[in-house]
């Protein structure tokens, strides 16, 4: 990746905001990276700066705004203690940290649909901003003071599912990538980056600011921060750690063509055409030995490209060594989604 983009960017969207004034999410169909197409007339007469921030518009404005259909779902949702409302955003530059949830959910937005790499978006902080949610199949609730949500939903004789409790949706309820498939949709965050031709099986993961930029198979975890080449296969129960725990900064990728075998690991970023052998968890300290018999450190070998990382059977020694040809490849047939 070549790092944060500088841009800005702008869109029109439904904010659910609860009764205690938190916004529990904020849905942007056509979000856009960019300031130079931003209707700067429209803004001004939505009441907008045109500064980084989030202005309520009227329906007539998201109309204007080629958002109609935004206007048509305002109200308010009693049962849910939720309002819906329409807004208009506006990020100056997507490398500073998010402002606020409408600010956070734009950036997660711009990402699941493919406007920016995982890697181009500041989401520094983004834990903070966001705001704890239930997500159940009637829409989103506060979880504060839950119980009396539930109680009034049992009162007007409907039943209420709890998906989950956490600060982050399901990506397909905002957006579904043309040319992907997912075998559970809860495993795959708002804000993945899903290339076209990825197939995300049942056991697959996918965390924000993570993805593909390409075809690839996924049966194992990409963690936040994670960008996977195209042609790459992520093995069943593999795992690519992110940053998000423990201190680490240096964001892991891995290069075209690669293959993670299952229950393998890695810690350090691939370069292209690299196999890591099934149950083989390579981190940044793991002292590998090379074909010349030299010692060092994995993340010596950080980037680099055509290497088989395998554990010697005989001695169980980690070894890094040179490879040529290919391991494989993707199925076409599963790909072509």
């Known amino acids: 990746m070549t790092g944060l983009t500088t841009e800005g960017a702008w869109a029109v969207g439904l904010a659910s905001i609860a009764n ?16 130079a197409s931003a209707p700067g ?16 518009i009227h329906g007539h404005h998201a109309a204007q705004l080629g958002a109609a259909e935004l206007g048509d779902a305002v109200g308010t949702d009693d049962l849910r203690a939720v309002r819906s ?19 956070g959910y734009l950036r997660l937005q711009l990402s699941s649909h493919r406007l920016a790499p995982p890697g181009t978006l500041n989401f520094d902080g983004i834990f903070g901003v966001l705001t704890n949610v239930v997500w159940t199949d009637a829409g989103p609730c506060a979880a504060e003071e839950f119980a009396a949500t539930r ?30 498939r997912i075998g559970d949709a809860d495993r795959v965050r708002l804000g993945a980056h899903l290339a076209r031709g990825t197939t995300v099986m049942h056991e697959g993961f996918v965390n924000f600011d993570a993805g593909t930029l390409g075809e690839s198979m996924v049966e194992g975890r990409i963690s936040a921060g994670v960008c996977v080449g195209a042609g790459t296969d992520i093995g069943g129960g593999a795992s690519l750690m992110g940053t998000l725990s423990g201190g680490g900064s240096e964001k892991v990728s891995v290069g075209e063509g690669c293959l993670i075998g299952a229950n393998a690991g890695v810690g350090i970023s691939l370069g292209d055409n690299c196999v890591v052998e099934a149950g083989l968890y390579i981190t940044a300290g793991t002292v590998v030995t090379t074909e010349q018999g030299t010692l060092m450190k994995a993340r010596e070998l950080s980037g680099k490209s055509d290497l088989l990382f395998r554990r010697n059977s005989v001695s169980g020694a980690v070894e890094a060594l040179a490879r040529g040809g290919g391991w494989g490849s993707l199925n076409p047939q599963l790909h072509a989604n």
């Open 20 to 35: 205690n004034g938190s916004i529990l999410e904020v849905l942007y169909p056509a979000p856009t990276l960019g300031l």
């Open 41 to 56: 007339e429209l803004i001004r007469a939505a009441g907008h700066d045109g500064r980084t921030g989030t202005v309520e």
């Open 85 to 103: 409302v329409c807004v208009f955003t506006v990020i100056e530059d997507c490398s500073a940290p998010a402002a606020d949830a409408y600010d």
């Open 151 to 180: 109680m009034r939903f049992m009162a007007a004789g409907r039943a209420l599912q709890v998906r989950s409790v956490d600060k982050f949706a399901r990506m397909t309820d905002y957006v579904i990538p043309e040319g992907v």
